[in-house]
């Protein structure tokens, strides 16, 4: 990366590594921040804001089974709780990125490029 640019970081908050997706987003460039989700302590479930998400450029929150008990309003508010691009990751799922007010669904199963590309083109919006 050349210049002054800004490095854009990402916010990627799952229970579970979502590692290729945090290689492919680094390997573009991007400071990844990977988040447990919400859990005692979470500032998203005490607050309802998270400075980590404020900061984020954009946000992948993974939505699935492995979410805890309790925690899926908090992942939505989580995703949508910036004026950042957001998507959620299904988990189980296999389909394309499909756009629906203010934010992006995909499939956790879908490759990690087309998520990446499609942080990339939400991104380039804003």
């Known amino acids: 990366m050349g210049g002054n ?4 970081m990402l916010l990627v908050a ?3 590594r979502a590692e290729a997706l945090e290689q492919e987003m680094t390997r573009r460039g991007w ?5 447990g989700g919400p859990g005692p302590g979470c500032p998203a479930v005490a607050r309802g804001g998270c400075t980590l998400r404020d900061r984020a450029d954009a946000a992948v929150v993974y939505l ?3 979410n805890p008990p309790g925690s899926l309003l908090p992942m939505i508010r989580c995703a949508s709780g910036g004026d950042t691009p957001w998507v959620l990751a299904i988990e189980g799922r ?29 991104a380039s919006e804003t």
């Open 5 to 8: 640019r800004k490095r854009m």
């Open 14 to 16: 799952t229970t579970r």
């Open 31 to 35: 400071l990844v921040a990977p988040c």
């Open 64 to 66: 699935g089974k492995t």
């Open 94 to 122: 296999d389909h394309p990125p499909a756009e629906f007010e203010g934010g992006t669904t995909v499939g956790a199963l879908t490759d990690a490029g087309v998520i990446a590309d499609t942080i990339e083109c939400l």
